[in-house]
């Protein structure tokens, strides 16, 4: 563990930083879009137009962390239930699991105290609440229901398009966009987590206890599920990273199928040879430089 922690310090940090910023904005977003005072209450007074506006902007955030440097270099899980199901695949070691996790619990509690120190009172208004995730008006049974079904879709669709090599480039673009329409059409149901880590910085903040088993059960287990019913009905298309945007130049600290290639690559090449290996997205382009004792 050592060991891991000593090299891949940077991509947990990148993870708890990543995590920080998504609660940072949720709390940001929802006193914007729901506080009495706030002048986006009176400029869109229906609060349908409202929940819009926030999916569109979270969303925008987590294409944004995907898509970024950060992104590219940890993975962009930023979320305990993405981390368990790429473990579960077999994509991230067990050591590295487990610091992706700390790491994103301690992210987002770093976040929820910048956005109390930057926000004040507001984010206690009951409009606001610290941004947490509590059950709507359908009941408890109907948020935790939603919250697996919505974290299925996420990973199954995060697996599938990644795994497609047509499609990979948009995997944070599918991501981005599932999240928005969760916001606007979930978002009543359960709240739309889908992230342990998330829901508990808020729940700690404004000390809502009784609903936090849903959300620390339900996205786990959604995902999870995804996972598993990817491996069966794959039908030969294998994870290939658990990075949903890789990043041909970077380093990958995961069990990643793409540097296994890179260093296959190069070994055939084999003694008379160097094997130059250039990418271009998913697809790799291989040159043999010769060279001779002569």
């Known amino acids: 563990m050592s060991d891991s922690l000593r090299e891949h310090w940077p991509e947990y940090l990148i993870e708890a930083a990543g995590l920080g910023l998504l609660v940072l904005a949720a709390c940001a977003f929802g006193a914007l879009l729901f506080h009495p005072s706030s002048p986006a209450v009176a400029l869109v007074p229906g609060e349908a137009a409202r929940r819009v506006l926030r999916g569109v902007l979270a969303g925008a955030t987590v294409l944004a962390l995907i898509y970024s440097p950060w992104g590219r270099r940890s993975g962009a899980h930023f979320n305990p239930a993405t981390t368990l199901a790429f473990f579960r695949l077999g994509k991230v070691k067990r050591t590295d699991a487990l610091f992706y996790v700390a790491a994103q619990f301690a992210g987002a509690l770093a976040g929820m105290l910048a956005a109390v120190a930057l926000l004040g009172t507001l984010l206690a208004d009951p409009a606001v609440n610290y941004a947490a ?5 359908y009941g408890t049974a109907a948020a935790f229901a939603a919250e697996v079904c919505i974290s299925f879709l996420l990973m199954a669709v995060v697996l ?4 497609t090599r047509k499609l990979s480039r948009w995997t944070g673009l599918c991501a981005g966009v599932l999240v928005a329409t969760y916001v606007w059409v979930e978002a009543p149901v359960s709240g739309t987590s889908m992230n342990p880590a998330r829901s508990f910085s808020s729940a700690l903040a404004a000390r809502l206890w009784a ?4 959300y620390f059960t339900a996205p786990p287990a959604g995902m999870l599920r995804a996972a598993e019913l990817y491996t069966r009905l794959a039908r030969g298309r294998r994870v290939r990273c658990a990075k949903l945007q890789h990043d041909d130049t ?20 084999g003694e008379g040879g160097t094997l130059e290996v250039t990418r271009t997205g998913r697809f790799d382009t291989a040159k043999l430089l010769l060279t001779s004792d002569l």
Not at 253 to 259: A, K, S
């Open 250 to 269: 970077g380093r990958c600290i995961f069990n990643c199928d793409y540097e296994k290639e890179g260093r296959g690559q190069r070994a055939e090449a």
């Open 133 to 137: 995730t509590v059950p709507g008006c």
């Open 160 to 163: 599938t398009v990644s795994n």
């Open 211 to 214: 609903p936090l088993w849903i």
